[in-house]
C-alpha cells in the first residue's frame, strides 16, 4: 500500500498547477446597468441644451475646494456618458469637495466638435466664477478631472493660457487651476489616432474632433495636449493595466515628454478602462487620494 500510495502521490505532483483566470474587467455595460446616482444641482452656463452641468456640494457651510469633473464617451453624442460620474461626485462631496459635473456639445450634435466642444468646456470652466459666490466654492482650490476623452478636455483644458494665438479657442484670463488628475485620458490626440484600439471609431473620429480635413496639419496644434505638454502642470496620469481602450502607453509617452517635479504617472495593477471612475472598485482610494492631493497644493 506504501508503495501505491508514494505512486500516486508521485503523479499528482507531477501535474502542473493552472494559474485562474483574472476577473473580467469592469464594462460600460455593467455601470449603466447600476441605479442612476442622482443629486446634483442642475445648472446652466450657456443657451445650449448641453450647455449645462450637476453641481454637488459637501455639508458644511464652505467655501469649498471644487473639482471640475469632464466625462468620457469618445467625443460622441449619442453615447450616454455624463450620468456615469455622478456615483464618483457623490462620494467626492460626501467626502468634503463640491464637483462640477459638466456636459458640453459633442460629435453628431448641433454645434459639436471644433470648435464648440472646447469652448463649451472652456466656459464651463470658467463659469466656476460666477457659481463661487453663492455656493461658497473656494476659487483658490478648483482642480479638474476627466475620464478617457474627459481627460483629453481637462488636460486640454489646464493649458488654455498656452494655445496659440489666433485660434478661436483662446481666451483672455482662463480660471487658474490647482491640478490635473486624467483618468485613461487620451492625452495626444495625434498618437491615438495613429496607434489607438478602434474602440472610439478610429482615425474618423479624432478628424471629426479637430477638424482634420479642413484645418490640415494645424488642426493639433490648438486641440492636442499633446503637441506641446505643459511644463511645470500639477498632473497626475492614471492608467489600469488591462485598459484595452486607452492602454498604460498613451500616457507613459505623455509623461516621457512632459516630465517634472509635479508630474505623476500612476497604473493600476489589474485595473481596466473603467475601474477608474468606479468608487467600488479596488483603485477607488488611489484615485480620491491623488483628486484630494491636487486640490490641496
Not at 495625434?190 to 479624432?206: H, I, L, N
Request: with cysteine.
Amino acid at each position: 500500500m506504501s508503495r501505491l500510495f508514494c505512486l500516486l502521490a508521485c503523479l499528482l505532483l507531477s501535474v502542473p498547477v493552472l494559474a485562474a483566470d483574472p476577473p473580467p474587467v469592469l464594462t460600460y455595460k455593467d455601470l449603466l446597468a447600476r441605479p442612476a446616482v442622482t443629486g446634483g444641482v442642475r445648472l446652466t452656463y450657456g443657451s445650449d441644451p448641453q450647455q449645462f452641468g450637476d453641481l454637488w456640494l459637501p455639508p458644511g457651510a464652505g467655501p469649498h475646494p471644487l473639482l471640475v469633473l469632464i466625462h468620457g464617451g469618445c467625443w460622441l453624442g449619442d453615447v450616454p456618458a455624463f450620468g456615469l460620474m455622478n456615483p464618483m461626485a457623490k462620494v467626492l462631496s460626501d467626502a468634503g469637495v463640491a464637483v462640477w459635473n459638466i456636459e458640453y456639445r459633442r460629435l453628431g450634435q448641433p454645434g459639436g466638435g471644433y470648435p464648440g466642444t472646447f469652448q463649451d468646456v472652456a466656459a464651463a470652466i470658467d463659469h466656476v466664477r460666477t457659481l463661487s459666490g453663492p455656493h461658497r466654492l473656494d476659487l483658490s482650490r478648483v482642480a479638474v478631472a476627466g475620464h478617457s476623452a474627459g481627460g483629453h478636455l481637462a488636460l486640454w483644458a489646464a493649458g488654455r493660457a498656452h494655445l496659440p494665438a489666433g485660434t478661436p479657442l483662446r481666451t483672455t484670463d482662463p480660471l487658474p487651476l490647482r491640478g490635473v488628475v486624467s483618468l485613461a485620458g487620451i492625452v495626444d490626440l495625434r498618437d491615438y489616432r495613429e496607434r489607438g484600439p478602434k474602440a472610439c471609431g478610429g482615425p474618423d473620429t479624432v478628424d471629426r474632433l479637430t477638424d482634420a480635413p479642413r484645418r490640415g496639419p494645424a488642426a493639433y496644434a490648438d486641440t492636442s495636449p499633446g503637441e506641446a505638454p505643459v511644463k511645470g502642470l500639477a498632473l497626475t496620469l492614471i492608467s489600469g493595466t488591462r485598459d484595452i481602450i486607452v492602454p498604460p502607453t498613451f500616457a507613459q509617452h505623455y509623461a516621457a515628454r512632459a516630465a517634472g517635479p509635479d508630474l505623476r504617472e500612476l497604473e493600476i495593477d489589474g485595473a481596466g478602462h473603467f475601474e477608474l471612475i468606479d468608487p467600488q472598485s479596488a483603485a477607488w482610494p488611489v484615485i480620491q487620494a491623488e483628486i484630494r492631493d491636487r486640490l490641496r497644493r
